[in-house]
């Protein structure tokens, strides 16, 4: 398999009500634990251990099903912003997820301003084409 310098699979999750996720790049075999909580949550390295062994059990049965062969995985933390609040962890992650290219070019502090995320993303999932009831959704919103 070939796959693009910057092709990643993310896998999401939620737990204690908080959803981060990891980023599996896969070119490099590295897995990036991107979470928008400064302090994580309650028992997160222990899922990010069972997350990496998974992957790595899964990668070798696609790469080699014949050998039990253990793939050198990579785990850390990427450096992304600490969310302002406690719950809009949801909408940073989908924000990460668009924008994440596996580089630290946010130094971990700064990102753009990402206040109206969420009624950016309502508005692009009332607008899009293949919304069946975008019309009357505007005309309940007294824009048309």
Known sequence: MVF??????????????????YALKVCTFHLFV?????KG??????IDRTIAQNIQRLWGLLTNPLEDSKCPLLV???K??????????GVIMMKAIEIWDGEDKFDGKSMPDYTNVGKKFIWDWIMDEDNVRRIEMLHHLGLI
């Open 4 to 21: 693009s310098p910057n092709f990643a699979v993310f896998i999401l999750v939620v737990s204690s009500e908080h959803w981060w996720c």
């Open 34 to 38: 991107i979470n928008s909580l400064e």
């Open 41 to 46: 949550i309650k028992g997160r390295c222990r």
């Open 76 to 78: 850390e933390q990427a």
């Open 80 to 89: 992304i912003p600490v969310q302002p609040n406690t719950y809009d962890c």
